[in-house]
């Protein structure tokens, strides 16, 4: 009968019903937007550091993983590094962030084909010219550029030679001996991978790397890839509480309103109800179960948009902005959206509770 | 003689407006047996509403005592109040109060989930208040597709929904027109008669007084006259 007397309430309102339940929704939607957007992320640069084909990540001291010291290596060290024991492959590259998510990668085409088994070509082919580069087919869509296109980056313009499938270390490439002369990093690599015999070797190797290279930053691949993950960037976990403490709020507010003005609205109703001999909790279970359904209807609409949000990231920019559905924080998201409403349900209900029975009646 | 299931004595009721304190009710005295028909009338503001509302539990004595159904009001708060409300007595409102968004069967369901009974079907003797009523048939309507005739008696189904010992109908005739009010006066002789329902009716219209076993008049917040209907035998016969 509560469902009842709520759901008819709910529904001789649409107009204030569907504004709550959107308002509501908006938080939920920028929650897991944000979760879906690190994760997209996050994994993505996992495929793509496993695309490369190493075993093993060697940095310069104190790099870390998620950011890049531009040449901070001399290119010389590759050559040492071939010769450590189970190495049998090494090729360092030169990185370049270029705003957004993205990064110019300068390789040497040869020795990263080589170690990632070769770039698979959707149109043109490999470097000819110090000018050429080489994209991914998701960077392609997003500049809508084409091989033999020109595109314009670190404010020069750049031959298209090639088109590759994704999922190699980056979305460009550039020759590293071009980045090299641009960045003025002459003889220079921000990292080097290393290719062992077995992989099985890796850990071996990163710890006698380690006692050789000490404060250099060395990872096997396989543990970088456990170190990729929204607890690996303190940042993005505190802007996730941030987010989550807006959602909070605006859960709280909006439920507060809408409730307050039904409670307002349905002064007499409360005092019949009371007439009848409803208790307290009678009325502020109602009150409660009214704001339970705006805060789930807040929810599925939520995720929804966070369909929708990810359809239209897709559309603007399917290179930088890979948004996954992660599940697990549906209730999370929900969660906090309810929390929120049955939060802000609580002040309105204690208005209709208090209500005095006569006056209620008297009400118009 | 039994105990009677109301019994008021020196009652005074003052209510609070602002910084000036309104004598509602000064000294009231009234004993009502179990079946009876009461009818209340007196000017406008001489406190018969507010009697109902204390009777009711809808608001707390000033002073005095009040005994209803065997419960002391005096010594009640809110929730023995609430719990008079619940289970004894039933209001009817001259604005008929049911709930705008239920249906007239969902208004009913409402009383009896309050109540605590069974609210899927409805027993066979509140199926026979239904059809004496006259609404079994428009239980599906809201309030808003109804007349105000059937309105009333969607109200007063409510309040008998529940078998409270006391109904407590404030004007139910205010807002109908003469046929209706015949109507619903006629019904609440009927469920008198034939249930021994106890009822008190507050009415502004003497003739709707009439209808009563015993009528009490109010002014000033006392009762000043108690009498018996004129052509009381001429409704028929009260067995
Ligand atoms: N909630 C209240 N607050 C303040 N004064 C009130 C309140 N309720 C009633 N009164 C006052 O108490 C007195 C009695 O009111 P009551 O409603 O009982 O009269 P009544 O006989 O029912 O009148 P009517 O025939 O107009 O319905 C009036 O002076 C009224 O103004
Ligand atoms: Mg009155």
Redesign the interface.
Known sequence: ??F??VF??V??RPIRTMLSVLLIAVPVTLILALIGLSNGFLEDSRKRSAGVGADILFKAPGGSLMTFSTGALPQKIVDLLKTEPHVVQATGTLVQPIGGFDSINGIDLAEFGKMSGGFTYAEGHGFQTPDDVLIDTWYAQQRKVHAGGKINLLNRDWHVAGIVEPGKLAHLFAPLASMQDILGSTGKVSQVFLKLDDPKNADAVVAALKVKYADYGIWSISEMQALISVDSIPLLKNFINVILGIGVIIGFAVVSLSMYMAVLQRT??I??????????S?IMSLIMAEAFCLGFGGTIVGILMSYVAKAAMHAVAPASLPQAIVYTWWPIAGGVAMGAALLGAVYPGMMAVRQ???EA?AHE | MPDPIIKVRDLWKAYQSGRVSVQALRGVNLDVPLGEFLSIVGPSGSGKSTLFHIVGGMTPPTSGEVIVGGRNLSAVGDSGRTELRRTTVGFVFQKFNLLPNLTARDNIRTALHISGQATDVFEKDFLDILALLGIAGRLDHKPSEMSGGEQQRVAIARALATHPAILLADEPTGNLDTANSLAVLKLLRDLNERLGQTILMITHNNEAAQYADRIVHMRDGVIVETSTPAGRQALGPVV
């Open positions: 009968m509560i009842r007397l008819e309430n529904r001789h007499r109703e005092g019949i109800l009371k007439s009848m001999g409803a208790t307290k009678f005095d029975p006569i009646l």
